[in-house]
């Protein structure tokens, strides 16, 4: 945009009374382009950042079938601990002694 205003200014300037100057005061486009290449760097930096992290988890890197694994060693694990625990439930109920006469209270066979 300030370049075509740059590039317009010798044609508002002969538009104008010969007793009005224009001139360019201050011009800060200079820091704002810097600034903005600034940003693109930063911006595509992060993205290349973001990438490199993630892809050593992603569907094609190794990090992936790890993870899967671990899962299913969990879920192998967490199932025998499940199976144990309802054996010896079942253990403890057959071992307990018999019920006293005239209580409510049987053992499970």
């Given at each position: 945009?300030?370049?075509?205003?740059?590039?317009?200014?010798?044609?508002?300037?002969?538009?104008?009374?010969?007793?009005?100057?224009?001139?360019?005061?201050?011009?800060?486009?200079?820091?704002?382009?810097?600034?903005?290449?600034?940003?693109?760097?930063?911006?595509?930096?992060?993205?290349c950042?973001?990438?490199?992290?993630?892809?050593?988890?992603?569907?094609?890197?190794?990090?992936?079938?790890?993870?899967?694994?671990?899962?299913?060693?969990?879920?192998?694990?967490?199932?025998?601990?499940?199976?144990?625990?309802?054996?010896?439930?079942?253990?403890?109920?057959?071992?307990?002694?018999?019920?006293?006469?005239?209580?409510?209270w049987?053992?499970?066979?």
């Amino acid at each position: 945009m300030v370049d075509r205003v740059k590039q317009l200014l010798p044609q508002l300037t002969a538009s104008l009374p010969a007793s009005v100057e224009v001139a360019t005061l201050t011009d800060r486009t200079v820091t704002i382009r810097a600034s903005v290449k600034d940003v693109q760097f930063e911006l595509m930096l992060a993205v290349c950042l973001v990438v490199m992290v993630i892809f050593p988890f992603s569907a094609h890197g190794c990090g992936h079938a790890h993870l899967e694994h671990r899962g299913a060693a969990f879920a192998r694990r967490h199932l025998r601990l499940m199976y144990l625990r309802r054996v010896q439930r079942e253990q403890l109920t057959l071992m307990r002694s018999p019920s006293p006469p005239g209580s409510s209270w049987t053992t499970r066979s």
